[in-house]
Structures are given as C-alpha cells and as structure tokens.
C-alpha cells in the first residue's frame, strides 16, 4: 500500500487511474495464432552419377554419352529403363503449380591444350527414343543456343521443361581430341541446377 501511495503521489490520482487502465487494457489483449504446415517438392532427381568414356588421340567429331555404353565406352545411347536411373544423366517431375528449368555446366573447364572441341547438347525420352533437346541461354526467355562450350569457363546452358510433365534427359557430347599425343586420364564432372519457375 505504502508503494501504491507513493506512486499515486507522484503521478497524481488522474495519472495513476490511466497508468491502471491502460495496464487492465494490456492484460486483457486476446492473441490468434496460425500455424503453416511446408511441404517441400522435388522436381530433379539425379541418374547416372558416373560413367566411363574411351577416347583415342586424335579423334575428331566423335560423340559420347551419359549415361553411355557400347564399344568403345561410352560411344552408345544408353538403352532406358524408367526404374533404372543409372539410364539417364536426370530426370525432371513437374505439378501443376510451376515449371522448371535446368541450368548444365561443368565444374571446370575442359582442358584446351587436348580437346579442341567439347560441345555439350542433351536429349530428352520420347517414349520410345532419345530426340535432341532445345538449349536456352537464361532460365527464362527465348534465346536459344546450340551447346554449351565446355572448353569455355563458367558456359552454361538451361532447358526449360513444361507444366505436369515427367521427362528423362540424356548427355551427349561432340568432341576433338587432337591437340597432344597425351594419354593421360582425364575427369570431367556435370553439374545441374533445377531452377523453378512461374513461366519461362
């Protein structure tokens, strides 16, 4: 009581009776509450993770796949099997809600000093074949482009694949191996972003 007093004191009887308003008014606030469930959609999902390629020195314009088979390594379309994902370079699902674009590119370039070529284009799974696959320079718009160099640092290349599909994608490469009489092995490593999108 004696604090009270005190108080009422100092802030006068007017102060004190809208200091204990507004505290029974803060007391007497009604909060809502929401709760947001997140669910996360996958539309990538990664085949092959590796392969195995032979090459001869002094090949021009040969090709090679991932996955690949055949004789010499690598030098066939893989035959694809839907429940086996070591027959596609990646699979894309899409819903109802958004597209997806894939963006392609090495880790780091292919060296220059043996392959004079190293074009990167990719095909995609008809139903009953590999057919080629458009190439787009961005994530979005209309510019179109006919491979990824990956002789060239940081070159990419996206495809941009549509509403409430299933589609599996192949890599096929061009290549001239022709600059050095060098046999040592060399890796090369592909990276792929899936980038969702409104539209393209």
């Not at 195995?52 to 002094?58: C, D, E």
């Not at 086996?84 to 370039?109: H, W």
């Not at 549509?162 to 046999?183: A, N």
Request: aromatic share 12%.
């Amino acid at each position: 009581m004696k604090t009270t007093s005190t108080l009422a004191k100092i802030l006068g009887v007017k102060g004190f009776l809208c200091l204990a308003s507004m505290t029974m008014i803060t007391l007497a606030l009604t909060t809502y509450t929401a709760t947001v469930t997140i669910v996360q959609t996958q539309q990538f999902t990664v085949g092959a993770t590796s392969t195995s390629w032979t090459i001869y020195v002094n090949a021009v314009n040969e090709t090679r796949y991932l996955p690949g088979s055949g004789s010499p390594a690598g030098s066939e379309e893989p035959t694809f099997n839907a429940s086996d994902f070591s027959t596609c370079a990646f699979k894309v699902a899409t819903d109802a809600d958004r597209v997806c674009a894939v963006k392609i590119e090495l880790t780091s370039a292919v060296n220059n000093s043996k392959f004079s070529k190293f074009e990167i284009t990719l095909k995609h799974w008809n139903g009953s074949a590999w057919d080629a696959k458009t190439l787009y320079d961005a994530a979005t718009g209309s510019t179109t482009k006919s491979y990824i160099d990956g002789l060239t640092s940081g070159d990419a290349g996206y495809i941009h694949h549509g509403m409430s599909e299933t589609v599996y994608y192949l890599i096929r490469v061009t290549y001239s191996y022709d600059q050095v009489d060098e046999t040592t092995q060399t890796t090369v490593t592909f990276q792929y972003t899936p980038l969702p999108q409104d539209s393209f």
